[in-house]
């Protein structure tokens, strides 16, 4: 893991463009903001702009952190109950994860979580206690890939900590850390796997589309820097009776805990995570629902918004509809 720290000088710079995005736009919503995002992006801080780059071209670890840039729990409000409580009171934060996150590639969102927001909240939920999902908490959030199962998944996924006092750590592994035997990696390449949507995409989508269980690969790519594409073990599984696959996938889950890295994040740090070069999750912890428990604001790039243009409404629009996708 790699961190940045803003100078005082730096965040000065970053203060006025998020400053000007907000006065141009109330709230982190509707194409124009997005774009405007981007634009004021090319005006982030050198050393910032050149730290963002290497790591989208180069991707030689599992996440980097941006930190120094102030949030107030006077300013942000209560930690919301469920993500339907949506609070209003972050312009400010979201115009600075919009504009980190812009020089990486497109945002984009799923019209099927909650209801199409840019921006989405990872917040505990009363009654999600156990899911592997954003809104669990009581147990680990195993380690996967953001949205494994989706052809459309992102590249990067950014996670701006708005409050975590409990210090309740996000945990990374790197693709280039694990080891794994010539066998396993061939079966790992072929598609004897299969991928099925998380609870929430379930409960929250009138319609799957062709984002059903589906058998795929879970490396593919270059054989020295491959990609991965996993998922929590609940919505994965080999074949049935591919006791060969089941082997290798036990073994790649085992050598990405083995090497997995905790990443505390402090109130206003930005966490960017490689989904195809990485895997990510949660330690557990015990909500206690008092308005101040751990809130993150999540944020999805990809680097060919071209690919998803027959499920957007637009070329320009960012809210993928996978109903569409037949």
């Known amino acids: 893991m790699s961190r940045f720290d803003l100078t005082t ?43 963002l780059e290497r790591y989208r071209r180069e991707s030689l670890t599992a996440a980097v952190v941006v930190s120094g840039f102030p949030v107030s729990d006077d300013a942000i409000g209560t930690t919301p109950g469920h993500w339907r409580e ?9 115009a600075y994860l919009t504009l980190l996150t812009s020089r990486l590639g497109d945002l ?41 199962f989706n052809d459309f998944r992102c590249d990067f996924v950014g996670l701006m900590c ?14 280039d850390d694990i080891r794994l035997s010539e066998e396993d990696e061939k079966v790992l390449r072929e598609a004897r796997f299969v991928l099925s949507p998380d609870s929430e995409t379930v409960r929250n989508a009138a319609s799957l589309g062709q984002t059903g269980p589906k058998l795929v690969p879970l490396l593919n ?4 820097e491959p990609y991965v ?23 790649l889950l085992e050598e990405f805990r083995r090497v997995q890295q905790s990443i505390d994040l402090n109130q206003g740090d930005v966490c960017l995570i490689d989904n195809y070069r990485s895997v990510h999750g949660r330690q ?30 637009s070329a320009s629009g960012y809210v993928i509809d996978m109903t569409k996708y037949v």
């Open 9 to 51: 000088a730096e965040l000065n710079q970053v203060e006025e463009l998020v400053g000007r995005l907000c006065g141009e736009f109330s709230e982190a919503s509707g194409v124009e903001f997005v774009r405007r995002a981007a634009e004021l992006s090319v005006h982030l801080p050198e050393r910032l702009v050149g730290f």
């Open 86 to 94: 949506r609070s209003l009171a972050t312009p400010r934060e979201d």
């Open 108 to 148: 984009f969102c799923w019209k099927s979580l909650q209801d199409g927001r840019l921006l989405n909240d990872v917040v505990p939920i009363a009654g999600d206690e156990s899911s592997q999902t954003g809104h669990g908490s009581k147990v680990e959030f195993d380690v996967h890939c953001e949205d494994g």
């Open 162 to 175: 708005f409050r975590n006092r409990e210090h309740i750590a996000t945990t990374v592994s790197l693709m």
């Open 221 to 224: 790519g270059d054989a020295e």
């Open 229 to 251: 594409r996993i998922d929590c073990r609940e919505y994965m599984k080999a074949v049935d009776g591919d006791a060969e696959a089941d082997r290798a996938l036990t073994n």
């Open 284 to 313: 557990p912890f015990r909500p206690k629902y008092d308005g101040y428990d751990r809130w993150y604001r999540k944020a999805l790039v990809t680097r060919d918004l071209r690919k998803s243009r027959t499920l957007r409404e």
